[in-house]
């Protein structure tokens, strides 16, 4: 049975066979606030990481997948596959530049491909 993760992946590395620059490595870094300290008035908190591959859509306009979002001046649609979350406020980090996730879908719920908006 062929998964959205395996078509994914597949047309990822296509794409970086044929266009060098095109797909790159991408980490995603997610802090989560943990128990609240009376004594330094902070919360403790957990940072993870996931790495995977992020392409930038330039294409497609970010009203054609997010419709109800109004996007600001630098903000990029990015394809993300091999992550198995993403979330608004983790950080994506590819190109030597690290950047704020603003939006996130889900392509087809799989938990394997997103499309993010980040800037």
Same mark, same amino acid.
Request: charged share 20%; glycine share 8%.
């Given at each position: 049975?062929?998964? +959205?993760?395996?078509?994914?992946?597949?047309? !990822?590395?296509? /794409?970086?066979?044929? %266009?060098?620059?095109?797909? *790159?490595?991408?980490?995603?870094? &997610?802090?989560?606030? #943990?128990?609240? $300290?009376?004594?330094?008035?902070? =919360?403790?908190?957990?940072? $993870?990481? *996931?790495? #995977? &591959?992020? %392409?930038?859509?330039? /294409?497609?306009?970010?009203?054609? +997948?997010?419709?109800?979002? %109004?996007?600001?001046?630098?903000?990029? @649609?990015?394809? @993300?596959?091999? !992550?198995? $979350?993403?979330?608004?406020?983790?950080? @994506?980090? !590819? #190109?030597?530049?690290?950047?704020? %996730?603003?939006? +996130?879908?889900?392509?087809? #719920?799989?938990?394997?491909?997103? =499309?993010? /908006?980040?800037?």
């Amino acid at each position: 049975m062929t998964t +959205v993760a395996a078509i994914a992946a597949a047309a !990822f590395d296509a /794409v970086a066979a044929e %266009v060098t620059d095109a797909i *790159q490595s991408a980490t995603l870094t &997610r802090t989560t606030k #943990g128990a609240y $300290s009376t004594t330094t008035a902070t =919360y403790a908190e957990t940072t $993870s990481n *996931q790495t #995977g &591959r992020a %392409v930038i859509d330039t /294409v497609k306009p970010i009203a054609d +997948v997010f419709p109800d979002y %109004v996007a600001g001046p630098g903000e990029e @649609l990015i394809l @993300l596959e091999g !992550f198995t $979350s993403c979330r608004e406020g983790d950080t @994506l980090t !590819f #190109g030597g530049r690290a950047r704020s %996730v603003m939006m +996130v879908q889900d392509i087809l #719920g799989a938990g394997t491909l997103f =499309y993010a /908006v980040a800037r």
